[in-house]
């Protein structure tokens, strides 16, 4: 019995490591393919792209996860990471498309920002229930 477990924990510890290894490779292909549509990206422009999001995600993971960081200074490098991405797309997109991905950009952290409202609101409602 003993000499089944081991090997099967194995098994399923390299599942689950290989699976989110997998929805983070998902996560970026999804994201970029976002941006070929929304931006128009030509075939040289998405594997600049992709390879740029691919970094970004890596870094921001790797920071993430690093709880010896104050909360301040993890935020503060989580935006100048998210500016290093923004000035290394800037130099693959067209003025026209970097400006439909700022913009793009906004609107999703505007609606960010209402459903952390809405979630806020909820939760207080939910307290004086």
């Known amino acids: 019995m003993k000499r089944l477990f081991l090997p099967l924990l194995v098994t399923l510890l390299l599942t689950g490591y290989t ?3 997998q929805e983070k490779r998902d996560y970026i292909r999804i994201m970029t ?3 070929k549509v929304n931006l128009s990206l030509t075939d040289e422009q998405y594997t600049k792209v992709y390879d740029i999001n691919k970094n970004f995600s890596d870094r921001m993971s790797t920071l ?5 960081l104050p909360r301040m200074e993890k935020g503060k490098q989580m935006q100048h990471l998210s500016h290093e991405r923004d000035s290394s797309l800037k130099v693959v997109l067209t003025p026209q498309q970097y400006t439909t991905y700022e913009t793009n950009k906004k609107e999703r952290r505007e609606q960010a920002k209402e459903k952390y409202k809405e979630r806020k609101e909820e939760k207080e409602m939910k307290k004086q229930e």
Do not use: G
């Open 64 to 68: 993430r996860k690093d709880n010896q």
């Open 19 to 21: 699976s989110r290894s």
């Open 33 to 35: 393919d976002s941006m």
